[in-house]
């Protein structure tokens, strides 16, 4: 039960602070803007030579116990990489992995963690298949179902949203099992034989497949614990609002960056624009929108994992910061006017960023109404 006398506490240790510097610098020299647009119409799925330097730094293992080659810390942690991920619209695949390794963490057997952990650390890229055609928010009814047949599991159905899924070296797919929900391992070789679709998605600096698995037949082996897949898939929803919600509020303080920067060099009637308090009342929003959501976020973080306190945290945090990047993203493109409209403003690159964010598991308004039944129950 929910003590609501408890005092809420936001905690951010020596290790959040160091990584969040390491972050904010690695991405701001390693991904300027004009590198960004240049990824969209690039052949791979991503910069595997980042992708690398990435894993050199630890970052892959932030989350993942030290008997498995990772740092043993949480995801908390992870957050404070995310986050300036977000700021500078980095399309790497380090969610999916992450979450992909506390799949294993949660559900995994004993086996698979000692296989694929310490590969994750060492820089595989991890992705995962839990979103259908359908559109349903709710993870713990796939419509994807498995068929035991002796020692096999026959696949049927489809995955959308599967990022990088073309590049991806291990995939989590959730699919009904005797009747019940149930999470399957997909490794590169069975990937080979899955139909891969490129989708066309909003945000244009990440590449979305969807994932055709009808007739795939898999060992029993690689199916993650059963009796662990329910609890696993909610604990996997919200470890995914906490993670977008740090991409999200990564964003809009990059977009309010554009926003100043742009506002201290146009002129109209020979005074910059910023000067004028139409502008700068809307911006100061955008300001305070944007850090009401951190906080939220690092709340979140702090509390993650505790039960139903954790849930409302981190289904505000969701909420909040799809919101801030939403306003934040849309002044920016206001402020710019026409030029604002087109592809060669920035701005609009982070709105398509905020559209993604927001619709992977769950909106605004989705988690508000969550938090409804939670806070008035």
């Known amino acids: 039960m929910l003590d609501t006398n408890k005092k809420p506490t936001i905690l951010f240790s020596d290790e959040q602070e160091q990584l969040l510097e390491v972050a904010t610098n690695f991405c701001h020299d390693k991904f300027p803007i004009s590198d960004t647009r240049k990824r969209i119409e690039a052949a791979e799925d991503f ?4 992708w690398n330097e990435m894993a050199s730094l630890g970052w892959l293992g932030i989350a993942v116990p030290e008997e498995f080659g990772g740092s043993g810390l949480g995801l908390a942690e992870v957050v404070t990489v995310v986050e300036p991920m977000g700021k500078y619209l980095v399309g790497m695949p380090l969610v999916s992995t992450t979450l992909v390794a506390q799949a294993l963490l949660m559900a995994g057997t ?32 796939p419509d994807t179902s498995a068929t035991r047949n002796g020692d096999m599991l026959t696949l049927k ?56 698995l009808d007739g795939i037949s898999i060992p029993s082996a690689q199916l993650l614990d059963p009796t662990q897949a329910a609890a696993a898939l909610t604990q996997l929803e919200q470890a995914a609002c906490l993670l977008l919600s740090a991409e999200a509020c990564g964003g809009a303080s990059g977009v309010i960056d554009v926003v100043v920067d742009y506002l201290k060099t146009r002129k109209q009637f020979d005074r910059y624009i910023g000067s004028y308090q139409a502008l700068k009342h809307p911006t100061v929003d955008a300001l305070l929108a944007m850090e009401a959501a951190r906080s939220h976020l690092y709340y979140a973080a702090t509390v993650f994992g505790q039960g139903v306190e954790s849930e409302i945290a981190v289904r505000m945090a969701k909420a909040q910061s799809s919101d801030a990047l939403a306003f934040a993203s849309d002044r920016a493109i206001q402020f710019h006017g026409g030029f604002g ?5 920035d701005a609009q690159l982070y709105r398509r960023r905020g559209i993604w964010c927001e619709a992977q598991f769950g909106d605004a308004a989705h988690h508000r109404t969550q938090l409804a039944e939670l806070l008035l129950a």
């Open 110 to 141: 004993n086996a698979q963690k000692n296989e694929w952990l310490p590969k994750i650390c060492e820089g595989i890229v991890g992705s995962f298949a839990l979103t259908e055609p359908s559109g349903d928010w709710g993870l713990t009814h």
């Open 157 to 212: 159905g489809t995955k959308t949203f599967v990022t990088d899924a073309a590049s991806a070296d291990l995939v989590i797919v959730s699919v009904t099992l005797d009747g019940k929900p149930a999470l399957v391992l997909l490794d590169k070789d069975t990937l080979g034989k899955a139909k891969l679709t490129r989708e066309i998605v909003i945000d244009e600096t990440r590449r979305s497949y969807r994932l055709e």
């Open 47 to 50: 910069d595997k030579t980042l």
């Open 341 to 345: 409209f087109t592809y060669d403003c």
